[in-house]
């Protein structure tokens, strides 16, 4: 889809449509009001009818409005003008294109970035409406036969954004840079999520991380097996031992910050697979388990978006990446592996595996000294029980980067929750023959797969985002959500701006 910023009279615009809004109370938006002098009150006499109540994601399409050259007009509810916040902005941007993929029209001009959102700047503004579009607009059809693809009727091809000043314009191009980079991003994070696993392999998202880098010039380093046996990760080979799928170990160097900067590390869970090896999942829903990379891909999705922003940080990504499956080589419950810290694990679940993969990999982070290292995974079934599918689960162990990720979570639109992470749920991990064992039990289960982590990171500020609930949408709309790119794409922004301020 093509973007572009425009400053035009509704009135005169020459597209195949125009989208204004409607509030509840029957307000009409600024360009509403243009159309509707414009029409001799056409709009009014649609709303007065009872046809649009306004009411938040209605929409109306109209066509041949007197008085306008535009082939159609669409209205699209916004709710109550005092509820109008960020996310019915978003909510409302969403209803409107996803209205409009079932129309003739493919260039559309929208007057949605006019409205009044809290105190929200021009660029904050283009770069929710872009976003929003993108998300809504996303398909995945990269395997299905061709004439089976998922064909709209017409794609919205262009999207003009209607700003009212034409001194706005330049923010408004920054807005939608931001935003076209993020959602880069996203739409890598879901894609990745959304490959079978027989294509989606370790190999393959070694190959992306090859990629990206080439693309955007920054160093990749993918270790194989012999590598992670000389570095001792006893526990990350142990899961991946049941597979005929290799291993990899991928360390992605962006670094764009000045020299002395301590980076900022990114770990993301690659179980490319999760069949809980030994101890085998149960049948239903199991090919969901392709998503178990999910937080792998939203490292890819997020050096993505902030090579596209060219963002002056340090950054690097750690992916370990493998299956998890049973077989005669599998790793068996009541085995102990030796983690790459010299900390023995008694596996008591194989189904436990993503902290066995995370744990090497947080014990490789601090050989780059870094500012804070943030791991992102689909690590338990209980964070979904405890916050669902709106909430990321966050747990630290330093409360100013939970609260700088809690941030930037809320701004952009991609929340977490803090999870207490206290000691006094370490003991669950007590094991009578290893350091410690790999499960805590059926209580408190998102806390103590975080408490099992914490222990391989103690010599930096770090956080845990648990991805279960949120990384992927099942059901009917089963897909990848591209979560939480936008969480991290933000929070890197913010520490670039910091650091160069
Ligand atoms: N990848 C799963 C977690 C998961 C399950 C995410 C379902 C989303 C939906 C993880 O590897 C796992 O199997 N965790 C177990 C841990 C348990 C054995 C302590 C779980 O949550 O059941
Ligand atoms: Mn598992
Ligand atoms: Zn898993």
Redesign the pocket.
Known sequence: MEFSIKNTSAAKELSDCIIVGVYESHQLSVAAQAIDLASNGFISKVIERGDMDGKLEATLLLHDVPGLICERVQLVGLGKAEDFTEKQYCKAVKASVKALEKSGASHVTSFLAELPVKALGIRRKVAYLTEATLDATYKFDAIKRKEVKSAPKKAITQLTIHVELSSEKQQAEAGLSDAQALAAGVSLAKDLGNLPPNVCTPTYLATQALLLAKTYNFKVEVLEREALQKLGMGSFLGVSQGSEEPPKFIVMHYLKGKKQQKPVVLVGKG?TF?T?GI?L?PGSEMD??KY?MCGAASVLGTFKAIAAMDLPLNVIGVIPTCENMPDGRAVRPGDVLTSMSGLTIEVL?T????RLILCDALTYAERFEPSAVVDIA?????C?IALGHHATGLFSNNDALAQELLQAGETALDRAWHMPMWDDYQPLLDSNFADMAN?GGRAA?SIT?ACFLSRFAKKYHWAHLDI?GTAWKSGKEKGGTGRPVPLLTEFLVARANQSNS
């Open positions: 179980i999760d809980g101890s999942k969901e388990m178990d679940n189904d436990a595996e993503g689909t690590l338990t079934g209980a979904v499960i289960g797969a279960a």
